[in-house]
């Protein structure tokens, strides 16, 4: 169980970074059109910063769905614990 808290968390870490990359990647853009209002409204609309957005909502869903494996499996570690530490108590 502790292993799949693990790989849960490892997961979580990777799907934060990609998002992170591209929260960078939109920055990047807004600096770039700093002071030039008309150009970064058109550079909002390019591909490159439809693509990086989709890739930040995404990673938001994964980490939610994450977030609640996380919470399940850490609801399960603690059961397991209770039944191991008092077969009695642990129903």
Known sequence: MTDEVHRINNAIKAVTA???????????VI???AGDPLGLAEALGTAEIAAANARI????AELESLVGQLADAQIAVVA???AADNPDTAR
């Not at 909502?57 to 938001?60: D, K, N």
Request: glycine share 4%.
């Open 18 to 28: 990609r998002a992170a990359a591209a929260q960078q990647a939109v920055d990047a």
């Open 31 to 33: 600096a770039q059109y």
């Open 57 to 60: 909502t995404a990673g938001v």
């Open 80 to 82: 397991a614990v209770r």
